[in-house]
């Protein structure tokens, strides 16, 4: 909860602390979910926030990447002003690209093709 603060402009909730299995985060407002009714360009502006969330999550200067394994509407949040949160951090996997890069073998990323098809 630290790690990725959103004072370090993370799209998460601000961590407030935790007393046991008990943790307390800022409310960031309506699941995305509670949208799917809205205008399309709002709707746009959300799909464009997502995609831009996902560039985030793999491409930053921390090295690490991000990975959401549940990318359900209601475990995002929208704010007041329109801006889309991601509030259940309960599935992510986080990988150590740094390490992959300093260890990586010969030939790790040639693309390989068939060409019978």
Same mark, same amino acid.
Do not use: M
């Given at each position: 909860? !630290?790690?990725?603060t959103?004072?370090? #402009?993370w799209p998460?909730p601000e961590?407030? #602390?935790?007393?046991g299995? &008990?943790? $307390?985060?800022?409310? +960031?407002? =309506?699941?995305l /979910?509670?949208?799917?009714?809205s205008? %399309?360009?709002?709707r $746009? =502006?959300? $799909?464009?926030? &997502?995609?831009?969330?996902a560039?985030k999550? =793999?491409? @930053?200067k =921390?090295?690490?990447?991000l990975y959401? !394994?549940d990318w359900?509407?209601n475990?995002?949040a929208v /704010? ?5 949160? &991601?509030? *259940?951090l309960? @599935? +992510?996997v986080?990988? @150590?690209q !740094?390490? +992959?890069?300093e !260890?990586?073998?010969e #030939? %790790? *990323?040639t693309e390989?093709?068939? *060409?019978?098809?």
């Open positions: 909860a !630290t790690a990725f959103k004072s370090s #402009g998460f961590y407030y #602390g935790a007393c299995r &008990l943790t $307390a985060f800022e409310y +960031i407002g =309506s699941p /979910n509670s949208y799917y009714g205008s %399309w360009l709002l $746009a =502006s959300f $799909a464009l926030q &997502l995609l831009e969330l560039k999550f =793999s491409k @930053n =921390s090295g690490l990447a959401p !394994t359900s509407a475990n995002f /704010n007041a002003r329109k801006e889309v949160f &991601l509030v *259940d309960e @599935n +992510i986080v990988v @150590n !740094t390490y +992959i890069q !260890t990586r073998p #030939g %790790w *990323d390989h093709a068939a *060409d019978r098809f």
